[in-house]
Structure formats: C-alpha cells, structure tokens
C-alpha cells in the first residue's frame, strides 16, 4: 500500500516560518506530480502549489513569494517551505501524491494532513 507520510506542523507566530515534509512509501515505479492543499474548516480544499516531476512548481500568485514547494526524487519527499506566515495561512495542509505503482497502474493518494497553527 502506498503511503504518504507527514511531518512539520505546528505553531508559528506570525511573520514566521515552517517547512513541511511529506515523504512517500511503498512498492511505487515512481511519483509523478504532487501537490500541496490546505483546508479550513467549512471551506474547500485550496490547491497551493503543484510540483513536477522535474522540480518545476507552479502556483496561484497569493502564495508566490512566500511558499515554495520541492522535490527529492531520490528520498521520495516532498517539502512545502512557508515564510512570512500571517493567521489566514491557518489551516490543515495536505501533500498529494500520483504515482505509478510497481504494477505498472498510476494511483493518486494523499497524506493525513498536518495543522498549521499562525497566531501570536
């Protein structure tokens, strides 16, 4: 089963920073596109930014500047850095992941969240 792990959330004050990590298991040929979302309760799932294959990233110009999102081929990770944090980046964030599983088959799958906490 493919997993996808995550890890640096947590409390920041504000105008200050976090990185986050998603790292990805299981019997996988290789991760295509992933992603980074975020989700306030009552609202929708936000996309953040997606990161390619090649490490090329593309992102809704409100996060440009301040988010920048990566890639590890070789450690299967991804990392989502966040600076300059202000209390509307409040949210639960999300790593997703397409993959192409040992099988041959292409597989989408996503982390468990992780809470992102800006607040003095």
């Known amino acids: 089963q493919v997993e996808l792990v995550q890890s640096g959330g947590g409390l920041v004050q504000p105008g200050g920073s976090l990185r986050l990590s998603c790292a990805v298991s299981?019997?996988?040929?290789?991760?295509?596109?992933v992603g980074w979302y975020r989700q306030v309760p009552g609202k929708e799932r936000e996309l953040v930014v997606e990161?390619?294959?090649?490490?090329?990233?593309k992102s809704a110009d409100s996060f440009e500047g301040r988010f920048t999102a990566s890639r590890d081929n070789a450690k299967n990770t991804m990392y989502l850095q966040m600076n300059n944090l202000n209390p509307e980046d409040t949210a639960v964030y999300y790593c997703?992941?397409?993959?192409?599983?040992?099988?041959?088959?292409?597989?989408?799958?996503w982390g468990q969240g992780t809470q992102v906490t800006v607040s003095s």
């Open positions: 997703n992941a397409h993959v192409r599983l040992f099988t041959g088959v292409p597989y989408g799958a």
């Open positions: 299981g019997s996988i040929l290789s991760i295509d596109t």
């Open positions: 990161v390619f294959p090649g490490g090329m990233t």
